[in-house]
C-alpha cells in the first residue's frame, strides 16, 4: 500500500508518499481501506520528533480516519466488508490502509462523508472525555473553551449544548469567535485583546467558570486560575504556549476547592478507548445522524499535499478540521 511517510525529523517537506507494507488484521481486528484522514496538533509533534508513537503502534501519522472495511480478523461479527466506519487511532491514519480493533470502530452516518467521519473521532473523542469523564459537567454549567475554533474546540461547543450547559469561548479573530457562536457559544474573547479574566467574570457575574478546556499552558494558568468558580476544574490538554508556570498559590487551590487534571487521550489504554467510543456513541450517535451536532471542516486537501497541508495547520489560519482525502 501507499502511505505518507518521513524521511527524517523536521519541516512539512520531510514528508512523502511512499510504499510501505499492508497490515494484516488480527484477532478482533479488522482492516479498512482509509478514504480520508485528518491532521492534529500531534501530527506536527511527531514529524518533528517531539511525539512518538506508544509502544507497538504504527510510526505512520494519523490519529483518526474514515472508510470501509476491506477485511475481518478471526472472530469479528460486529461489522461486515464495505461497511462505512470511522475510528481513533493510535496512529498510522495517513495511509491506504488501516488496522483497526472492532471495538473502536464507529458507523459512519449515512449523512456523512468520508471526509466528515474523518473529523470525528480525534476531536470529539478528546473533547466528550474531557467533559464528561474528567470534567463531570452537568446542565447549566459554564465552561470556558480556548482555541474555540480549533477541531477540538469546535466539538466541544456543541457537546456542551447538547448537553444543556453553557460555553464562552476565547479565539484569535473575530471571524472565529462568529463561527463558535453559530455552534451554540454564548461569547467570544479576542485573545489579541489581552486578559480574558475580567470576560469570563462579567459574563458569569462574578461566578467564574466550572470548567476550563485549555491547550495553551503556562501562559494561561494564573488567569485560568482566577477565573475558576468554586469547585471549579482546569484541564490541560495542550501545552501550546509552554510547560513551566513560574508560580501557583495553593491556597487558591484550597479556598476555592479547584482542581488541575492534565489528560491525553494517545496514551490511554485500549479498553479506556472502546469503553469512551461507547459511551460517546450512546450521547452524540443519534445528533450525529440527525445533523443536531456537525464535524466541522475548515478545509480538505488531496493527500499528495500533505506538506502544504501541514505548513497551513502551523499557520494556524483553520476553523475547524484540516482534512486529507487518501486516494
Known amino acids: 500500500m ?22 494484516r488484521p488480527g484477532p478482533g481486528e479488522v482492516l479498512v481501506r482509509v478514504r480520508a484522514t485528518a491532521l492534529n496538533r500531534a501530527d506536527l509533534l511527531q514529524r518533528r520528533g517531539l511525539y512518538p508513537p506508544p509502544p507497538g503502534a504504527s510510526e505512520i501519522l494519523g490519529l483518526e480516519m474514515a472508510g470501509e472495511v476491506a477485511e475481518l ?26 488496522c483497526v480493533p472492532a471495538g473502536m470502530l464507529m458507523r459512519l452516518p449515512t449523512n456523512l462523508t468520508f471526509a466528515q467521519g474523518a473529523a470525528i ?60 457562536l453559530s455552534l451554540g457559544a454564548q461569547a467570544g474573547w479576542n485573545y489579541h485583546d489581552g486578559s480574558f479574566v475580567d470576560f469570563v467574570q462579567k459574563y458569569t457575574d462574578g461566578r467564574g467558570a466550572n470548567i476550563i478546556l485549555d491547550f495553551i499552558g503556562a501562559p494561561y494558568f494564573a488567569d485560568n486560575i482566577a477565573s475558576l468558580a468554586i469547585d471549579g476544574r482546569l484541564i490541560v490538554i495542550g501545552t501550546m504556549g509552554g510547560t513551566k508556570v513560574e ?81
Request: charged letters at 20%.
Open 2 to 23: 501507499l502511505a505518507v511517510t518521513m524521511s527524517s525529523f523536521g519541516e512539512p517537506d520531510v514528508l512523502q508518499i511512499s510504499e510501505v507494507e499492508t497490515p
Open 121 to 180: 473521532p480525534e476531536t470529539f473523542l478528546t473533547a466528550y472525555l474531557n467533559l464528561f469523564v474528567l470534567g463531570r459537567l452537568s446542565p447549566r454549567e459554564t465552561v470556558l473553551v480556548h482555541a474555540g475554533a480549533s477541531g477540538v474546540g469546535t466539538s466541544a461547543i456543541q457537546l456542551i449544548r447538547l448537553a444543556g450547559a453553557n460555553s464562552i469561548v476565547t479565539a484569535g479573530t473575530e471571524a472565529k469567535i462568529e463561527r463558535c
Open 247 to 327: 508560580a501557583l498559590d495553593l491556597g487558591q487551590l484550597l479556598g476555592r476547592r479547584l482542581q488541575i487534571i492534565g489528560t491525553a487521550l494517545r496514551s490511554r489504554s485500549l479498553a479506556d478507548k472502546i469503553e469512551l467510543t461507547a459511551a460517546f456513541q450512546v450521547f452524540a450517535g443519534d445528533a450525529l445522524a440527525n445533523g443536531e451536532v456537525v464535524p466541522v471542516i475548515d478545509s480538505v486537501f488531496d493527500w499528495r499535499d500533505v506538506q502544504e497541508a501541514h505548513r497551513y495547520m502551523e499557520s494556524n489560519r483553520n476553523t475547524g478540521k484540516i482534512v486529507l482525502n487518501v486516494n
Open 73 to 98: 480478523g478471526e472472530g469479528v461479527t460486529s461489522v461486515s466488508v464495505g461497511d462505512r466506519v470511522c475510528a481513533l487511532l493510535p496512529g498510522g491514519g495517513y495511509a491506504q490502509y488501516a
